[in-house]
C-alpha cells in the first residue's frame, strides 16, 4: 500500500504563486511514475503534470511555462511550483502515484485563485 498527503492548497490572487506538497509513504519501491490532477468545479478531473522515477517530466499545454513539478527522493515528496495563477486554475488538485497495476489517490487539497 502506499499512502499520499497533499497539502499547500490555499486562496491566492490572480498572479500569485504556491507550491504544493504531496508526501508518500508506504511501499513506494513499487512506484514508476507519480503526478498531480486536477478537478475544476463542475468539471471532470485533468492531468497536470506527471515525473517519472528518472525525473521525465510532462505537463498539460494550458500549465506549461507556469507550473513546475519535481521530486525530492529522499524525501518522498513530489512537489508542484504553481506561478502565474489565473482563476481557470481553480480546483481541487490531487497527487497521484502509479505502480504497473494501480494508481493510488490522495484526499486532495483546495487551490482558489480569486481576487
Known amino acids: 500500500q502506499v499512502q499520499l498527503v497533499e497539502s499547500g492548497g490555499d486562496l491566492v490572487q490572480p498572479g500569485g504563486s504556491l507550491t504544493l506538497s504531496c508526501a508518500a509513504s508506504?511501499?513506494?519501491?513499487?512506484?514508476?511514475?507519480m503526478g498531480w490532477y486536477r478537478q475544476p468545479p463542475g468539471n471532470q478531473r485533468e492531468l497536470v503534470a506527471t515525473?517519472?522515477?528518472?525525473?521525465?517530466?510532462a505537463y498539460l499545454d494550458s500549465v506549461k511555462g507556469r507550473f513546475t513539478i519535481s521530486r525530492d527522493n529522499a524525501k518522498n515528496t513530489v512537489y508542484l511550483q504553481l506561478n502565474g495563477l489565473n482563476p481557470e486554475d481553480t480546483a481541487v488538485y490531487y497527487c497521484?502515484?502509479?505502480?504497473?497495476?494501480?494508481?493510488?489517490w490522495g484526499q486532495g487539497t483546495q487551490v482558489t485563485v480569486s481576487s
Open positions: 508506504g511501499n513506494l519501491s513499487v512506484i514508476t511514475t
Open positions: 497521484i502515484a502509479r505502480s504497473l497495476v494501480r494508481a493510488y
Open positions: 515525473i517519472s522515477r528518472r525525473g521525465t517530466t
